[in-house]
């Protein structure tokens, strides 16, 4: 490895981890996605610094070129991130979908406090409440399916869920 590119990569590693570590410090990044991160950039720079380690994987690889197996190892690297990532937005996601529910089931619940003196508003109320609550059930049930069944499970999980309950209309 030429000591130009050996420089430049020690160099580029030393101002990511920099930068990392600003941004941990300013709270624009959470700690543990950061950790992927700097231990990416600490090992170029191990790289950087010993290229013998990497000629000797290559050899023992039965590689023909040490940067095929830089690049493998990159994309894999990138690709467990991007599954990770992928895994923690579905958390997320089911997580507002829960919140939204519960809000909503808040709000009619407050409705029907106000309107408790209108017999005919807290039985449309109830209605409501009933259904959204069924609904919710429903959601629910889907995305514990969706949890052991594949991804195409889940989705068909969710749309028999939603067409269990029709809208209500206001």
């Not at 690049?71 to 992928?86: G, N, P, T, V």
């Not at 508003?121 to 109830?126: D, Y």
């Amino acid at each position: 490895m030429d000591i130009v590119l050996r420089a430049v990569l020690i160099v580029v590693s030393i101002i990511a981890t920099r930068e990392l570590l600003v941004r941990i410090r300013k709270s624009r990044m959470q700690i543990e996605d950061s950790v992927f991160w700097v231990l990416l950039a600490f090992l170029c720079i191990l790289l950087a610094l010993f290229p013998r380690v990497l000629y000797f994987f290559t050899d023992l690889l039965n590689m023909r070129s040490p940067a095929n197996l830089l690049f493998m190892f990159m994309i894999a690297m990138l690709l467990y991130k991007c599954f990770q990532l992928s895994m923690h937005i579905s958390v997320l996601e089911e997580r507002i979908r829960t919140l939204a529910q519960d809000q909503a089931l808040e709000k009619l619940a407050e409705e029907d406090r106000t309107a408790e003196a209108d017999p005919a508003k807290r039985l449309q109320g109830e209605a409501k409440r009933k259904m959204l609550q069924a609904k919710a059930a429903g959601i629910r049930e889907a995305g514990a399916a969706a949890k052991k069944n594949s991804p195409a499970g889940a989705a068909a999980a969710e749309r028999t869920a939603a067409a269990k309950v029709p809208e209500v209309s206001e």
